[in-house]
Nanobody, 115 residues
């Protein structure tokens, strides 16, 4: 079982930046990793994913503003968030899927963007 721990959330003004980190308890080099978010009263939605080979995918709403990256030597995945908007306010969850298609999640970190 892989444990994921997110950090880096907080309160920021619109237009600001935050970098989220997700540290895994085990090697994740072969796993697809991603970030999801859930706003109050809404379903959890995909933000970005990154494959073991470094290919990335983004939700249309964050393209050009967010960047996902990974450092396999540190078992860490990052989400750089720039030009933040109030609608980016949500709990952000780190997600991983191993080679056996088993999913695992972090506990989430709150991001609040004030207008």
């Amino acid at each position: 079982q892989v444990k994921l721990v997110e950090s880096g959330g907080g309160l920021v003004q619109a237009g600001g930046s935050l970098r989220l980190s997700c540290v895994a308890s085990r090697n994740i080099a072969s796993n697809v990793m991603g970030w999801y978010r859930q706003a109050p009263g809404k379903q959890r939605e995909l933000v970005a994913t990154i494959t073991s080979g470094g290919s990335t995918n983004y939700a249309d709403s964050v393209k050009g503003r967010f960047t996902i990256s990974r450092d396999n030597a540190k078992n860490t995945v990052y989400l750089q968030m720039n030009s933040l908007k109030p609608e980016d306010t949500a709990v952000y969850y780190c997600h991983g899927r191993d080679v056996f298609w088993k999913d695992y999640w972090g506990q989430g970190t709150q991001v609040t963007v004030s207008s």
